[in-house]
């Protein structure tokens, strides 16, 4: 469907008329908020919803629609919204004060909890967000070798600060991207994550590489997933070649297995960021990895090493209420078979996806891993089998390259008209309390979905 039609589309008609509290404020917004938005990804044409309240694996919207939810809060909630552990946790806490200024047991807990879940932290640092976490990272990485430069791979997101702007959702071709210094992206090199072998290639030629960071689902938490025996070969390359490993776990970790991605596939990186999930849903982040890295912050292990003690502040650093809403959230993945529910749910989703597109004769592929669910639209029409998909062999430019927006707001906008909310990707983030009433709900709006798509000439191929 032509974009200058969308306005006449009976899918946006049914939308607009479901959603006229959220196009008030998002008028409202506007004026005040550039898009009217705080997060690019939150995009959504005509206008997005705006949301009152949740709870467990559901929100609702302005005008008070009841909506299955995959946002997930951008992945942080594996336990769904205000889950009862994590309220009791948190309005205790808040009666004690939510910043002491000072350093308290339930940091030291919390990062007790992160030793034990994840294979590599055997030391830990909070920072505010999964952003942080990755300068942090990447100036740990700098400093412990010395040397000045950092690979990363094309599509793969680290947060928003200059070092890691260019390549992840625009700049492809690794341009610096306006606002940013040249030389702050000539300091990381992109590479493609398609093929291991020209990274074994570059890892080898250069003596430069202070480390190399990776999204170890693949780009954008599995969107482009990484040929099998990837993440294990840049493992021996980086080892052998003097270059530290930082796998960004801000989505997979305490989601892709209790132990993170690292623990899933049992490859252990030397230093890990995270975010979203280890604070429990509330802000906070934190970076993880060797004692022997970590401790670079530590002023007396600095010295005793014969290096340069590095500085870290940031006001809110294991923040109380996040330290709580952490505390409950990280017990309960340790002690119960959290990411497993998930991740058998996102089963089900998937499977039942599949079964629909393949019903409705649709060319999309569906796929994922762990807790997740992704969606190919398939915008430039290949001749594809969704019974017989295979994502990796797309690769980057065949999956995130070739991305239409225009249909991931269309898919959006039909899915929540019919109850559910996806994220933009298109895809979702699933929790441990989303159950069978959830997943056929999801079903009976993605086949309705689906089949609107159809009427109005949105599938192509
Ligand atoms: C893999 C990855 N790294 C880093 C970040 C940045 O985290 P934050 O939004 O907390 O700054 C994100 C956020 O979505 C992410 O998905």
Redesign the pocket.
Do not use: L, N, P, Q
């Given at each position: 469907m032509a974009n200058d039609a969308l306005t006449n589309s009976p899918i946006e008609a049914g939308y607009r008329a479901l959603t006229g509290r959220s196009a008030e404020l998002d008028l409202r917004s506007r004026k005040v908020i550039p898009a009217g938005l705080t997060h690019d990804s939150r995009t959504l044409l005509p206008y997005p919803i705006h949301v009152e309240r949740a709870q467990g694996p559901r929100k609702w919207d302005a005008d008070g629609n009841e909506l299955v939810d995959y946002f997930g809060g951008?992945?942080a909630l594996i336990l769904g919204h205000a889950h009862p552990a994590l309220v009791e946790a948190v309005t205790r806490q808040i009666s004690r004060g939510t910043h002491w200024g000072a350093c308290h047991e339930p940091e030291v807990q919390w990062a007790e909890l992160i030793n034990r879940l994840l294979p590599c932290a055997e030391r830990v640092r909070f920072t505010a967000?999964?952003?942080?976490?990755?300068h942090l990272a990447m100036r740990l990485m700098r400093a412990f070798t010395g040397k000045s430069r950092v690979v990363r791979f094309v599509g793969h997101?680290?947060?928003?600060h200059d070092q890691v702007a260019a390549g992840s959702n625009s700049h492809f071709d690794g341009g610096t991207p306006a606002g940013v210094l040249g030389g702050i992206t000539d300091a990381t090199i992109l590479m493609s994550a398609d093929e291991i072998e020209p990274v074994e290639a570059l890892l080898a030629q250069r003596d430069d590489i202070a480390g190399v960071m990776i999204?170890p689902s693949g780009a954008g938490?599995g969107q482009v997933p990484l040929k099998p025996g990837f993440l294990a070969r840049l493992r021996a390359a980086t080892t052998k070649n003097g270059a530290l490993l930082m796998f960004?776990e801000?989505?997979t970790g305490f989601r892709w297995s209790r132990g993170g991605a690292q623990g899933r596939y049992g490859i252990t990186p030397d230093i890990a960021?995270l975010?979203?999930i280890v604070a429990g849903g509330l802000p906070g982040?934190a970076v993880a990895g060797r004692a022997d890295i970590l401790d670079q912050l530590d002023s007396a292990a600095a010295k005793s090493a014969g290096r340069e003690k590095i500085a870290h502040q940031g006001t809110y650093n294991a923040n109380p209420l996040a330290a709580a809403a952490a505390i409950a959230t990280l017990s309960l993945i340790e002690s119960e078979d959290i990411c497993e529910r998930a991740e058998r749910t996102a089963g089900e989703i998937r499977d039942g996806m599949r079964r629909i597109v393949i019903e409705e004769g649709v060319p999309w592929g569906i796929y994922g891993e762990a807790s997740t669910f992704q969606i190919f639209q398939n915008p430039k029409g290949i001749a594809l089998d969704p019974a017989t998909f295979d994502a990796v062999k797309l690769g980057f430019a065949g999956l995130k390259g070739v991305k239409d927006a225009t249909l991931a707001h269309r898919l959006r906008i039909a899915m929540i008209s019919n109850g559910v909310d996806i994220m933009g990707s298109p895809g979702g983030l699933v929790s441990a309390v989303h159950g069978p009433t959830e997943v056929t709900r999801t079903l009976e709006a993605f086949g309705k979905s689906v089949r609107a798509m159809k009427a109005e000439g949105d599938i192509r191929g």
């Open positions: 951008h992945g967000s999964g952003t942080e976490a990755t997101f680290h947060g928003w999204e938490w960004d801000v989505v960021a975010a979203k982040g």
